[in-house]
């Protein structure tokens, strides 16, 4: 999210409006957009239902939670001084990030397999800069 919210201005500047999903309540939400400090550029939505996820195709598994695989990132947010909070939203479902093109073209996808696993910000962005 640090670097999200510090290469924000990026996305404006490629024509993209970022929107970050959640699958918490709408004050879980509330709460994560305050404590996050992103720009009000940044737009914050939640899906409880998680059938955004679905259609965007991420994974949804406890094994992939709380697997080895899951472990590892754990315990270097650990060591970084990171500590897991009150839990918000669906713990089994994992994230990812979509990068879709006015009409629903879809020009980038990463599907997450743990719970620390994220793309790049330049592999969000780069699809944006080809494509404009």
Same mark, same amino acid.
């Given at each position: 999210?640090?670097?999200?919210?510090?290469?924000?201005?990026?996305?404006? @500047?490629? +024509?993209?409006?970022?929107?970050?999903?959640?699958? +918490?309540?709408?004050?879980?939400? @509330? /709460?994560? +957009?305050?404590?996050?400090?992103? &720009?009000?550029? $940044?737009?914050? *939505?939640?899906?409880?239902? !998680?059938?955004? #996820? /679905?259609?965007? +195709?991420? =994974? %949804?598994?406890?094994?992939?939670? *709380?697997?080895?695989?899951?472990? !590892? &990132? #754990?315990? %270097?947010?650990?060591? =970084?001084?990171?500590?897991?909070?009150?839990?918000?939203?669906?713990?089994?479902?994992?994230?990812?990030? $979509?990068?879709?093109?006015?009409?629903?073209?879809?020009?980038?996808?990463?599907?997450?397999?743990?719970? /620390?696993?994220?793309?790049?910000?330049?592999? !969000?962005?780069?699809?944006?800069? @080809? /494509?404009?």
């Amino acid at each position: 999210m640090a670097e999200l919210r510090s290469r924000a201005e990026e996305f404006e @500047k490629a +024509g993209a409006r970022l929107a970050i999903v959640g699958n +918490g309540s709408p004050q879980m939400a @509330k /709460a994560f +957009g305050a404590r996050s400090g992103l &720009p009000v550029s $940044v737009t914050l *939505l939640t899906d409880p239902t !998680l059938r955004s #996820y /679905a259609e965007a +195709g991420l =994974k %949804r598994s406890a094994l992939l939670t *709380l697997g080895p695989r899951g472990w !590892l &990132p #754990y315990i %270097r947010t650990l060591r =970084k001084g990171f500590r897991q909070g009150r839990l918000a939203g669906d713990p089994w479902q994992q994230g990812g990030a $979509v990068v879709i093109a006015p009409g629903g073209r879809v020009l980038y996808r990463f599907i997450s397999t743990q719970p /620390a696993d994220l793309p790049a910000v330049g592999s !969000l962005l780069a699809p944006l800069r @080809k /494509a404009a």
